[in-house]
């Protein structure tokens, strides 16, 4: 099951993006947001495909949201997680917390989930 999740950051911005997969690609795709470092845009890339690649410009150098250099401050309550130990080594988590926003580069975005789908 995955989670919708929007972003959004004092700045103005504001985007939705997505934390795993369906019932049908489970196995082939874990959705999840990242910094694309060469568009400067939040993207949602399949951590899964080797590289992740970001659907905007084509890029291999995106960082998902769960790395420490997008971390501003940990939240106490997890917005978003899949299990994904066996294909990437670690749990993604997003929680109510601050990280790098995009736009103004501040430490201000923050995610909140508004669906699960299936």
């Not at 992740?52 to 998902?64: K, L, M, W």
């Not at 988590?93 to 909140?112: A, H, I």
Request: glycine share 10%.
């Amino acid at each position: 099951m995955g989670t919708g999740l929007s972003a959004s950051c004092a700045c103005g911005f504001e985007a939705k993006t997505a934390v795993g997969g369906a019932r049908s690609n489970y196995r082939t795709t874990c959705n999840f947001p990242c910094l694309c470092k060469r568009c400067n845009g939040m993207v949602t890339a399949n951590l899964i495909a080797t590289p992740p690649v970001c659907p905007d410009c084509g890029s291999t150098d995106v960082v998902p949201y769960d790395q420490p250099e997008l971390i501003g401050t940990r939240g106490t309550v997890t917005v978003a997680s899949y299990w994904m130990q066996h294909e990437l080594g670690r749990d993604l988590v997003l929680t109510d917390g601050l990280y790098r926003c995009p736009k103004c580069e501040g430490m201000s975005l923050r995610f909140v989930a508004y669906m699960l789908f299936d």
